[in-house]
């Protein structure tokens, strides 16, 4: 048996792994590194979060990565070299957080890394007859396993693709698997660049479980505050705050197919881009608004699509605990207009639950990771958009 192999094989097996999980989200402010303990799998699954970290891009290797994301027409040779070079600077910031927190390289059994998502084409935005759902994340395996030394899995979303899925929400897959309490109904909702949300049933039923995206968390917000105030985002609010919601352009943004799709559905920066905001603005005649009365219309247009599609799951009157995860838990307006149009609902976040809410999506790669090395599919029934596979290739780092 090749040596790596075995390796493969003794690691899987062991009581207890250590696995770093890795997510670079639509934001792109940097890479989170989330050190896990994992014991068991499936329902039986025990993570507690040992060391999380952001390792900062600099604004040149971020400027490289908005060269290429989210774009139909790129660079192609920039695209193919990013593939190797978004590896290398990730397993560079890899390096530097185990040295930071005291472990050596090869304490470590695994690493599950998301990668940078580019494109995520899902048939409802590209509408070409002949071609599937399509998503593509760059920053390869086999890069991170060489120059760290440690057994990598990657590209998690081209398996949920080739059986059916859109590539996301994957988030149902370690929500159920992390969170999932008898007796309790759960909502997990994490505000990223897109929005989504994991409805755990309260009798644990796998097949019950409901996971889609619904619309932009900050994307919008970020994209708008990088252009015209030259921030990264909208630090506590304070730009969208300062400003007054517009009802015309909050409608107008409101007016998009993607709203009307069934459960599940995925979504990016694809669609809800600047060019997006700028037609809404055309269309309802508000581009004489101030700019800070956009960031608070923007601010209102993440929460009323959140709003309207925990409505649409769970009525009018919805009442459910909602834990929040994602960088928008930390925008206060927003939270606070959730708290108000779903009064019913009890707003927490992961924290409750003793897992970083920051650190949450990273952590969520080391436990996808942890099921494809130790455990089985998870039953989920025949939902449309939610097969029921293990996830990731491995590369072995010889």
Known sequence: MNRQIQKLYSKAGKSERLIIGLMSGTSMDGLDIA?????????????RLLKFKTGDYTADFRAKIKAIFSKKEVDLQLVCLMNEHIANVHAQLINEALKEWGYKNE???????????????????HQLGDYPNGTLQIGDGDHIAIKTGIITLSDFRQKHLAAGGEGAPLAVYGDYLMFS?????????????????????????ASEIFSTDVGPGNTLMDQYMQKYF?????????????GESNSKLLSALLECDFFELDFPKTTGPELFNLEYLSKAQEKSSTTNLSKEEVVATLCRFSAETIVHAIKRCFGDEAKAQVFMSGGGMHNSLLVQLLQARLPSCRFLTTDDLNINPDAKEAVLFAVLANETLCGEPIDFGNRQGVPSVCMGKISLPE
């Open 35 to 47: 050190l896990c303990s994992v014991k068991k799998s499936g329902a039986e699954t025990d993570v």
């Open 230 to 242: 030259n921030r990264f985002y909208d630090k506590d609010a304070a730009v969208a705050l300062s």
């Open 181 to 205: 309490e008898a007796g309790e109904d759960r909502v997990m909702l994490n505000i990223g660049g897109i929005a989504n949300f994991t409805y755990l049933p309260a009798n644990m039923e």
């Open 107 to 125: 304490d470590i059994d695994f690493i599950a890394s998301h990668g940078q998502t580019i494109f995520h084409a899902p048939k409802s935005l």
